[in-house]
Every structure is written in structure tokens, then in C-alpha cells.
């Protein structure tokens, strides 16, 4: 079956970075767009990012405009957000979602 995977999560620093890769198995990326959800502990899950089919036009959650950049790279199938200057608020379980598609999450964490 279609399978979404996250990866590159975990426990950082404030102000430090993290780059979180999505990738697919039995699903193509291409011709998607491809979004980042997140879900903190107790508050609903909200899109953090989105990137088009082509890459060309991407979308952004005020909070993290201008720390995080998503991209993608179809011919390796894969999904990227990158994360700077990281806070206590970006703390929750990060998810990658595509059509219908969801990934499990990884957690990020950030904390001194």
C-alpha cells in the first residue's frame, strides 16, 4: 500500500535547525502538491508549509515564514523541509501529507 515516512526529527536547541525529509513508497509525488502539517500537544493539527507540483509556488504559516523553506526534488521522490531558527513553540509532531496520502509523523522537539 501507499506509504508516507518522515524523517529527520528530534530534540534541538532554541535557534538551532533541523531538516525534515518526506518520502514515498509506492506513490509518486509528482504532479501533487505536498504539504507540512503539524500537531503540538493539545491544540488541533495545522499546515505549516506547502509546496505546488512543480515547486514553483509555495505557502507558509505566518509563524514560520522566513525560518523554514520546503522543498521538493521529484526525480528522488522526496519532500524536504528545512527548519532554522528553531523555538519552543515549532515543538510538535511534524506530518507530510500528499492527495489523500499521510505520513506517521516524527517528532521535533525543541528545548534547552
Known amino acids: 500500500q501507499v506509504r508516507l515516512v518522515e524523517s529527520g526529527g528530534g530534540l534541538v536547541q532554541p535557534g538551532g535547525s533541523l531538516r525534515l525529509s518526506c518520502t514515498a513508497s509506492r506513490f509518486t509525488f509528482s504532479g501533487y502538491f505536498v504539504s507540512w502539517f503539524r500537531q503540538a500537544p493539545g491544540k488541533d493539527r495545522e499546515l505549516v508549509a506547502q509546496?505546488?507540483?512543480?515547486?514553483?509556488?509555495?505557502y507558509y504559516e505566518d509563524s514560520v515564514k522566513g525560518r523554514f523553506t520546503i522543498s521538493r526534488d521529484n526525480a528522488k521522490n522526496a519532500v524536504y523541509l528545512q527548519m532554522n531558527s528553531l523555538n519552543p513553540e515549532d515543538t510538535a509532531v511534524y506530518y507530510c501529507k500528499a492527495h489523500i496520502y499521510w505520513g506517521q509523523g516524527t517528532q521535533v522537539t525543541v528545548s534547552s
Open positions: 509546496i505546488s507540483a512543480s515547486g514553483g509556488t509555495t
